[in-house]
């Protein structure tokens, strides 16, 4: 994958092309393509939401530079927090269309 400048690491709102729900979707800056519920959590709350497939990432929002993951969360910070999305069990596995975005 091209390397990106870091100010050109955004993450995205958008829907999940699968199930339709509200997530937010990084590509870069991480060692993961993060696909995350866009509901914020307290760090606590979203340390509690975790296992071993599912992290909780923080999150920065500015009205400048938007929205953007910086890390695996995983000490006390002060930034709200979003954890992996994961379709609701029996959601259809269907293949990203060729050509989009992501
Ligand atoms: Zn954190
Ligand atoms: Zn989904």
Not at 50 to 61: H, M
Not at 83 to 98: S, Y
Request: charged share 20%.
């Amino acid at each position: 994958m091209a390397w990106k400048p870091e100010a050109t690491i955004r993450a995205i709102a958008q829907e999940c092309p699968r199930c339709g729900a509200p997530v937010i979707h990084q590509r870069h800056g991480l060692p993961l393509v993060v696909t995350a519920d866009a509901e914020r959590y307290p760090p606590e709350q979203a340390a509690g939401l975790t296992g071993p497939n599912r992290l909780a990432w923080c999150l920065r929002e500015s009205p400048w530079t938007g929205l953007r993951l910086t890390e695996v969360h995983h000490r006390a910070c002060v930034f709200s927090h979003v954890v992996d999305h994961c379709c609701p069990p029996g959601t259809p596995l269907t293949p990203k269309p060729k050509g989009a975005l992501w």
